[in-house]
């Protein structure tokens, strides 16, 4: 039967075929009809089988068919590439050289883009030396694949090299060395790239603001950002994220509000690092502000991000009963989204409500993880459950295998310390595989004061100062040991040893919302100034 007088219909719809299911019935059909033995037929089958998610039918059919030629090839080739078993592009197009079958630009887009996926380096030289050999290393895409693959496998002096030859190049061309060096850390080689670029695309200016993001270079980041002719939403994100990173949160409102005057439509990401933000602020009407955005704008959350931030923002607030009405009222919850309400009920001081959290996440099937235990045992700690957090420490190591880190041990100490255990929570930090612990020390120091054990206290103080001699709380706990039993000699030693040792005590912060305003306040020995770290209003 000669191709004429095949089915339109059929042929059409096999063409159009974009999932799998579809694929499955036009193969149903040419089965039945027997046209599946007409090769043109098969391999538009395999055509839109390649196209699919999944590359497992499609190299059914490919076994197939019969002398394959180079779209066949380059279907296979390509779909492997875009798959999670990129490796397989390598093994296909092996077996496209050894049936001598002719290769073309495409076919070596794709088999780089497989050896750039694997960071098959030692491939990519050989189908570089294939492309070398048929004489299409001057093509723009193919010149660019090659780029990308070295510049993505570290082999930056041989992607400048591909780069510095190639007849014609763009800004794909500039970007493929731009973003590996990004993606390295090596932010003034990108920069020096950036700056030689003759052209400029959106995404060349995210890369560069993202490299100096990524190694906390935030006014770096800002210069390039305030040159940006055209800012998308990715932009803003990178910059907000950045002051994030480097806690500045009233910068992020702050950027916020610039991002709303230039009418950016704002997404999941730039909210959920905005909700941060006001969260460490205690920025609630700024919170509520942008809960309301979420709803107005029924911005997507089917990750359940912006539920946990959400949360975390009204549990910091001191909200903790609309936190638990968005946590009730959340589509999904992940491990993230739990742990945020069991620390807000465990801060405000709700531990057996945090434990009820905890009991219904267990029963819903979802593990927990480490920060899981740090909020529980810290709910235990502050509730006074003994009983309990003695239950939870066992249950985080005997059934689901975490082994306690230094907060955990910090937590247990704690909760040992409020009840006056204090032997057993010395032999608790001793048995610690981390000695050098200074933070759980130091947590035993305040119980050893809080009962008033002196003799105790003095030989962990001790033990604080030669585990920690640069950290003040060690000396300002034991100076305040003293000041309680009218020790002012010793107390007066103890200040001595910081003043020679050049120990200062941290300043004491406070933050207040007044009017949309955030004010921070450092205290400074006798004296205190303002600090107005955010002048944003919703």
Not at 40 to 49: E, H, K, Q, T
Not at 153 to 159: H, M, N, Q, W
Not at 301 to 317: E, H, I, P, R
Not at 423 to 445: I, R, Y
Request: overall charge negative; aromatic content about 8%; glycine content about 8%.
């Amino acid at each position: 039967m000669s191709a004429s007088f095949l089915q339109p219909p059929i042929l059409s719809f096999t063409e159009k075929a974009t999932s799998i299911s579809e694929v499955h019935q036009a193969h149903a059909h040419l089965l039945k009809t027997g046209l599946i033995h007409h090769p043109s037929v098969a391999r538009r089958l395999l055509f839109s089988a390649a196209n699919t998610t999944t590359t497992t039918y499609a190299h059914a059919i490919f076994t197939r068919l019969q002398d394959p030629n180079t779209n066949v090839y380059n279907a296979m080739i390509r779909a492997y590439a875009n798959s999670p078993t990129p490796q397989n592009a390598i093994t296909v197009y092996t077996q496209m050289m050894n049936d001598c079958v002719v290769p073309d630009k495409y076919t070596f887009t794709s088999a780089l883009k497989g050896c750039s996926r694997i960071r098959g380096v030692e491939e990519g030289k050989q189908v570089h030396a294939h492309v070398v050999k048929i004489g299409i290393g001057s093509d723009l895409i193919v010149g660019n694949t090659l780029v990308h693959l070295y510049a993505k496998c570290g082999y930056f002096e041989v992607a400048r090299e591909v780069l510095d030859r190639m007849p014609q190049r763009d800004v794909i061309s500039w970007n493929a060395i731009l973003s590996a060096y990004v993606n390295v850390g090596l932010v003034e080689l990108a920069r020096g790239v950036f700056d030689e670029m003759p052209e400029r695309n959106l995404e060349s200016w995210n890369f560069m603001i993202s490299g100096y993001v990524a190694v906390g270079l935030v006014e770096e980041a800002r210069g390039v950002f305030d040159e940006m002719p055209v800012k998308d939403v990715v932009s803003w994100n990178v910059m907000i994220t950045g002051y994030s990173q480097a806690s500045g949160f009233g910068d992020v409102l702050v950027l916020f509000e610039e991002m709303q005057n230039a009418n950016v439509k704002p997404d999941s990401c730039t909210l959920v690092s905005v909700l941060s933000a006001c969260a460490r602020l205690g920025a609630l009407s700024q919170g509520e502000w942008v809960r309301a955005l979420v709803k107005k704008n029924r911005i997507d959350d089917a990750n359940g991000f912006l539920a946990t931030a959400l949360v975390d923002m009204y549990s910091k607030c001191g909200c903790i009963e609309k936190a638990l009405e968005i946590f009730q009222n959340a589509f999904k919850k992940d491990v993230s989204t739990w742990n945020s309400m069991i620390s807000g009920l465990s801060i405000h001081g709700f531990g057996e409500q945090a434990l009820e959290i905890f009991n219904e996440m267990l029963t819903d099937g979802v593990e927990p993880n480490e920060i899981t235990f740090i909020n529980v045992l810290s709910a235990c700690s502050h509730a006074g459950l003994l009983k309990e957090g003695r239950e939870v420490f066992d249950l985080m190591i005997r059934v689901h295998r975490i082994q306690p880190s230094v907060k955990h041990y910090g937590c247990m100490v704690d909760l040992l310390g409020r009840f006056g255990l204090l032997e057993e929570a010395e032999e608790l930090v001793k048995s610690m595989p981390m000695k050098e612990a200074s933070v759980v020390w130091e947590s035993l120091l305040g119980a050893c004061r809080n009962h008033g054990n002196v003799e105790k206290a003095e030989r962990i103080a001790g033990k604080l100062l030669e585990l920690a001699p640069e950290d003040s709380s060690g000396y300002v706990q034991l100076s305040n040991i003293h000041a309680s039993m009218g020790r002012w000699n010793d107390v007066n030693e103890v200040r001595t040893k910081m003043k020679t040792r050049g120990v200062s005590k941290q300043p004491g912060c406070s933050m207040i919302e007044v009017d949309g305003i955030v004010h921070e306040f450092f205290s400074l020995g006798s004296s205190a100034f303002l600090n107005s770290v955010n002048e944003w209003e919703g």
